[in-house]
Structures are given as structure tokens and as C-alpha cells.
């Protein structure tokens, strides 16, 4: 599942996969699609990095031994990987935003992470109107 929300709000930098630390029931409902990762964003405390706001829907079959769907998830980066990460969010203006949750070719839940910087509300429009000028181009050129 992507965030399709983070590349409309935020110019990306950089970008880095993390394993996530889930229970079993949230492999099981994320593997349905049952994950949504608006709003969310990743925060460094005590040298571990975390996902903060990230929903997996809780799964049905497990009945009571179900998991917190908001509950915050430990992100698995190596420590070289967060010193570098930190030393870019001392700057002014840079926060951890996840682009999407995917499953590996090993089977293993990954968590793409962008090190991004707000856009400005002229950067947005900019977008927009550059693409909508494209979709014109494009219907122009079908019909001639």
C-alpha cells in the first residue's frame, strides 16, 4: 500500500526500506490490505526508530487476541542508518514520512521511508496545473 498522500505534501530527499516489527495478526491483515498509512510519520527516541499513526485494521479470525490497530511498530534500521536519518532532522524543516508497506520477496513486511521536507502551497499548485498541462498535451495529440 503507498501513501499517496506523502508525495502530494512532501518533497521526498532520500529514501530507506525498514523491516517493521509486527504481531501476527497484523501480518495477516496487512497481507489482505487491511493497512492505511495516512497520517502517519516515524519518530526517532532513544536511538529506535518508530512508526507513529499507522493503521492496520484489525484482523477478524483472531478473535481476542487481536491487536491495538493505532499501536506504534518499531521500525528495524541498523544504527549507522539512524545516526545518518537524525543528522538529517536536525535541520530545519525535515521529518520521517513512510511511503509505503510492501511485502518482500523473502515474505517479509518492509517499510519505505522518505527523509522529506514540506512543500509550500505554490509548490502544490505548480504541481497540479504541470499536470493537467500534460493531460491536455496528450488529448491534443490523440486527435491530430
Request: aromatic share 8%; hydrophobic share 35%; net charge positive.
Amino acid at each position: 500500500m503507498r501513501n499517496k498522500r506523502a508525495w502530494f505534501d512532501y518533497e521526498i530527499l532520500e529514501k530507506v526500506e525498514a523491516g517493521i516489527e509486527l504481531l501476527g495478526s497484523e501480518v495477516r491483515s496487512l497481507r489482505l490490505g487491511g493497512g492505511d498509512l495516512a497520517g502517519a510519520f516515524a519518530r526517532i527516541q532513544d536511538n529506535e526508530c518508530w512508526l507513529v499513526g499507522c493503521k492496520i485494521a484489525p484482523y477478524e479470525q483472531a478473535g481476542e487476541r487481536n491487536h491495538q490497530p493505532l499501536r506504534r511498530r518499531k521500525l528495524l534500521l541498523h544504527k549507522r542508518q539512524i545516526r545518518k536519518i537524525e543528522s538529517m532532522l536536525s535541520q530545519k524543516g525535515f521529518t520521517i514520512v513512510p511511503l509505503s508497506i510492501y511485502f518482500s520477496e523473502k515474505g517479509l513486511a518492509k517499510v519505505e521511508i522518505g527523509i522529506a521536507r514540506g512543500k509550500k502551497k505554490y509548490d502544490k499548485r505548480e504541481k497540479i496545473t504541470a499536470k493537467q498541462q500534460r493531460k491536455e498535451m496528450t488529448k491534443i495529440k490523440k486527435y491530430k
